[in-house]
């Protein structure tokens, strides 16, 4: 069964700061992998979808690579804004679609 | 517009009574999934359906029935609720590898 894991659980940034959020799988035979980002009570809202093929992709100010082999992913965020606050989950997507517990950032003005 | 719609949104019931969360999209995705997200223990699955008239258990079955008739539909059916079915739900679809997509969430309260 796959198992996905987030770390940190929490973070807490001052507005400006680059930061890596990490994403790691026990099982290498994936599809893709997402990113979301929820905001407080409220649905999730797609960011990045790398696939199992890819090395990586790029939104804005995001990036989001993937070494299946390690069974790691990482999202890197550039310059850090206080609209950025929310809860970031990994999914990762084989014959069914698992979810990490998330990362709580916090992006202080 | 592609679309997952989950309805209804908000719903307070009481224990026992029988209650239905539909799940419709408009992709012709063959993969559908049912997740319940409650304070920290994030999202867990509770049923998968790789196509019309296969579908699995997931992390948190217990409680739940579903049904896969039709492609586009995927409800979630609580026999009798109970006051530890009160979370967050969102159902999601898929087609291979291509992105995942979510409803807006269904929030229910059983007293």
Known sequence: KQ????????????????LVLNCSFTDSAIYNLQWFRQDPGKGLTSLLLIQSSQREQ???RLNASLDKSSGRSTL????????????YLCAVRSN???????TRLTVKP | EAQVT???????????K?????CSQNMNHEYMSWYRQDPGLGLRQIYYSMNVEV?????????????????????LILESPSPNQ??????????????????????LTVV
């Open chain 1, 3 to 18: 198992e996905v894991t987030q770390i940190p659980a929490a973070l807490s940034v001052p507005e400006g700061e680059n």
């Open chain 1, 58 to 60: 790029t939104s804005g």
């Open chain 1, 76 to 87: 890197y965020i550039a310059a850090s804004q206080p609209g950025d606050s929310a809860t």
């Open chain 1, 96 to 102: 069914d679609m698992r979810f990490g517990a998330g």
């Open chain 2, 6 to 16: 989950q309805n209804p949104r908000y719903l307070i019931t009481v224990t026992g």
């Open chain 2, 18 to 22: 029988k209650l239905t969360v539909t």
């Open chain 2, 55 to 75: 579908t699995d258990k997931g992390d948190v079955p217990e409680g739940y029935k579903v049904s896969r008739k039709e492609k586009r539909n995927f409800p």
């Open chain 2, 86 to 107: 009160t979370s967050l739900y969102f159902c999601a679809s898929g087609e291979g590898s291509t992105e995942a997509f979510f409803g807006q969430g269904t929030r």
